[in-house]
């Protein structure tokens, strides 16, 4: 008998410690890590159309977009400073073709909220206020008069995605809309302007 209750007090502390350990594990990885991350993206970008008061309207091509970034991960909210370059080409000025290329180089300061932070899937929104840098590569002669130049100005950021979560590192696709304020290159105001962007990334912890 008494050989009978200790195998059945050792099998009772072995399942025990199996439940407890198991409980152990679930309990960590339902935990999000925290800290400093850096992150790099890819994408495209569509530039919204300009119209024109003399009619007609300058209508862009599809671009690329790279960003990287360092932030710091609270959990639920996470703070990023990034710098994000585009480029793209004016396809048409009131239907005639340009040869013209405009690039953007931003620094943002962003703010996140990540939901589901405990999770594997894990949508966020964020929003971001910077500057913003314009260039025109090269100039566009015709009935309207589009000059080589560069300007900078303020811009705000405002994006939503999802990222998979793989412990200390992420990846992630999010969908982005910057806005611009008015500006000038040469005797032409840009007004109105702003792009669109898909973007695939990864975010790695520290």
Do not use: H
């Amino acid at each position: 008998m008494p050989n009978r209750l200790q195998k059945l007090a050792i099998a009772g502390s072995i399942a025990f410690s199996s439940l407890f350990c198991g409980s152990s594990v679930i309990a960590q990885e339902g935990e999000k890590p925290t800290g400093f991350y850096m992150m790099t993206g890819l994408g495209y970008t569509n530039t919204t159309d300009i119209n024109l008061s003399t009619g007609g309207s300058i209508i862009f091509e599809n671009g690329v977009l790279w960003d990287i970034g360092a932030g710091y991960d609270f959990g639920n909210i996470r703070a990023e400073l990034s710098y994000d370059a585009t480029a793209q080409n004016i396809d048409t000025v009131q239907g005639y073709e340009a040869y013209t290329q405009v690039q953007s180089r931003s620094i943002y300061l962003i703010g996140y909220y990540d939901f589901r932070a405990d999770k594997k899937w894990q949508p966020y929104a964020g929003l971001g206020f910077g500057s913003s840098e314009i260039e025109a590569s090269t100039a566009y002669v015709g009935n309207v008069t589009l000059n080589a130049g560069d300007t900078n100005i303020s811009s705000a950021i405002f994006k939503v995605g999802v990222s998979y979560s793989m412990g200390n590192s992420d990846i992630f696709i999010e969908r982005s809309g910057q806005g611009f304020d008015d500006f000038t290159i040469g005797d032409f105001t840009y007004t109105g302007v702003g792009v669109g962007s898909w973007t695939a990334g990864f975010r790695q912890r520290f």
